[in-house]
Structures are given as structure tokens and as C-alpha cells.
């Protein structure tokens, strides 16, 4: 087996090898006048289970769009020089969030997306908590392993719990599964009832709108769950109807710090949240957490990705991935 994690990903790419236990191979990438790269292993892939990280996250460096033609490329490189299987792991797979056409002639990314890394010659795909399940799964052809937070999150909720009344609330209508399945593992992890709300959110040429707001939270620990962070406004609109719904405490929980420029500003209010956790699935961040620094949790997901290499490589159940207390891990406060 080899374990590669392009550049941007290798700080991830090393916490996943320490954890799986397994080396990082060695690989080389280089610009080009002009905008074009070239990267390429500097071991032998014939015969070998090529497994390829990186994140396709936008950075100030690098695009989604430049990210993604690097791990194709690096994919098909691989394919092309006799690896026996290749798997791309991409812990946050960009144009997730398009994966259906709501208004005439609107494009199906997620499709497209996976049609390209098929043509690239990948195997398998792994990601963590992508935006839209379903419609990753239908959109591939090739093999997907969809791998989920919820576990960590839960175990990190209830270790602060210190027997206090939950609840978890959903920001949309859109991720109420994905709430409900969180709230069914910490009520299970607690060994008690958790409590449940939604936000309304209506969003229409990029306007959000929607005040309606449902859920038991009156004297509760809330905890806002999301696939991702962005800009934060729909994290704060759900934080300020849970404080005005009588919320004793509000946490937001999210897959992906996908943080902008605005997100500071947006969530850094004073009384809004007690705590931002996400994982370092898109580490180092994009943008300067600024005013939430203090309130910042990152929680490690190597040892769930590593245990996914393991599991596809030995062929053995998923069931046997990592479980327990997940570990915080360090950060800087500063974008790259």
C-alpha cells in the first residue's frame, strides 16, 4: 500500500499516517510558468494500492477548481504508471452543494465531479460528511465510502455534557437528517433524552430569509449542527433563535471550517456562541478565526480517515473503525 497527500494536504496527510501507522510516500510537484504543474510519485506504483489525499477546499493559494485538477492529474499519473487500484480521499469534495438543478439550466456539479474523477482512472472515492449524501452516492459509479462525524461529535458533547439537558438543532430544513442522526448517537452516547429543533431558511438569489423556528431548547445546551462553516450566517441565525427560544447555552458543531473573511464577524459576537468545534478536515484554515479564536475546538479526524485506508486495504468491516473520546488537536490562529 502507499499513502500520498498532496501539497496543502500534508499536514492532515501526516496526522492520517501517524494514526493509520503507514509511511507517507514520497511525491514531487512543481509549477510551471504560466499556471501549469506537474506532480508525480517518487516511488514505484506498479502493482502497488495507491491511496491519494488531498482536500478540495479553496484556499488563498490554490482554488477548488486548482485542487482538483492536482488530484486528477496526480490520480491518473498514478493509473498511468501501473498501480494496481487508486483511491482519492478528499475529506471535503468540492461542488457538493450543487446537486440538483432548482432554477432552468442550472448545472449538476456533483455529477460532473464525479464523472471526472471516473476519467481519471479513481477506483474508489472517500469523503467525510459530504453536503448531500444521496446525491453523492447516485452521482458515482465507481466506489464510495462515506465516512461520518457524528461519532466524534457525540463523544466530545457528551464528555462536557456534566449531566446538563441537550438538544440539538438543525440551521435548514435541508440538514435535519444529518441533526437527527447526531441526536440519536448522543442520546444513545448520554444514555438520555436530547432534545430537537429546526431554523427555517429560505434562500433565493442569495438572499436568506425564513424566522420560523421550531424545537424544545428552553433551558437546554444547544449544540447547532452543520456539514460545514462558511460566511456563518446561517450558523448565526439559528444561534440567535435558540437564545431567544431560552437556550441555557449555544455550541456550533460543524464537518468542515470552511471559514471566509466574513466569518469572524459573523459568529464573533459576544453571547452569540460558547463554542465553535469543527474537525481538521480543512486545515490550515482558510481565514483568520480572529474574535473566535478563544472559543475554537478542532477536533482530529486522521485516526476515522486512517481507519478507512485500513479497512479498504485489508478488506475488513467498517465497523471496526476508530471509536471513543476524539482528541483536540492545535491550530493556528492565522490563515496560510
Known amino acids: 500500500m502507499l499513502f500520498f497527500a498532496l501539497q496543502g494536504s500534508d499536514l492532515l496527510g501526516r496526522r492520517v499516517a501517524a494514526a493509520g501507522g503507514f509511511g507517507l510516500a514520497l511525491h514531487e510537484e512543481r509549477e510551471f510558468a504560466g499556471g501549469e504543474h506537474k506532480a508525480r510519485p517518487l516511488v514505484s506504483v506498479r502493482g502497488k494500492d495507491v491511496f491519494v489525499l488531498h482536500g478540495l477546499q479553496g484556499t488563498p493559494g490554490a ?35 450543487k446537486d440538483r ?14 464523472q471526472l474523477f471516473e476519467a481519471a ?4 472515492v472517500i469523503t467525510l460528511d459530504v ?28 464528555a462536557r455534557a456534566e449531566g446538563r439537558p441537550l438538544a440539538v438543532v438543525s440551521p435548514d430544513a435541508g440538514g435535519v437528517k444529518r441533526a437527527e442522526l447526531l441526536r440519536e448517537t448522543l442520546a444513545e452516547t448520554v444514555g438520555d433524552e ?9 434562500r433565493s438569489s442569495g438572499v436568506v430569509s425564513g424566522s420560523l423556528f421550531a424545537g424544545d431548547v428552553d433551558g437546554r445546551v444547544v449544540h447547532i449542527v452543520d456539514d460545514m462553516i462558511v460566511g456563518g450566517g446561517t450558523i448565526r441565525r439559528a444561534a440567535e ?29 459576544e453571547g452569540l456562541l460558547d463554542s465553535v468545534t469543527v474537525t481538521d478536515s480543512a486545515v490550515p484554515f482558510t481565514a483568520d478565526p480572529g474574535p473566535l479564536v478563544d ?8 485516526p476515522l480517515i486512517a481507519g478507512a485506508i485500513r479497512a479498504m486495504h485489508y478488506g475488513t468491516a467498517l465497523s471496526d473503525l476508530p471509536k471513543g473520546a476524539p482528541r483536540l488537536v492545535p491550530f493556528s490562529g492565522d490563515a496560510p
Open 63 to 97: 482554488s477548488a477548481n486548482d485542487r482538483l485538477i492536482r488530484l486528477l492529474f496526480f490520480l491518473a499519473a498514478c493509473r498511468e504508471n501501473g498501480a494496481a487500484r487508486v483511491t482519492a480521499i478528499a475529506p471535503y469534495l468540492a461542488y457538493s452543494r
Open 101 to 114: 438543478q432548482t432554477k432552468a439550466r442550472d448545472p449538476v456539479t456533483t455529477r460532473y465531479v464525479a
Open 121 to 124: 482512472g479513481a477506483d474508489a
Open 131 to 158: 453536503h448531500n449524501l444521496p446525491a453523492f452516492q447516485n452521482a458515482f459509479r465507481c466506489r464510495t465510502l462515506h465516512l461520518e462525524a457524528r461519532g466524534l461529535f457525540a463523544a466530545d458533547i457528551a
Open 194 to 202: 436530547v432534545g430537537f429543533g429546526f431554523m427555517e431558511k429560505r
Open 241 to 269: 433563535a435558540a437564545r431567544a427560544h431560552g437556550a441555557a447555552e449555544v455550541h456550533a458543531v460543524a464537518t468542515h471550517g470552511l471559514f471566509s473573511d466574513k466569518t469572524a464577524a459573523t459568529l464573533g459576537a
Open 295 to 302: 472559543r475554537l475546538r478542532v477536533l482530529e479526524c486522521a
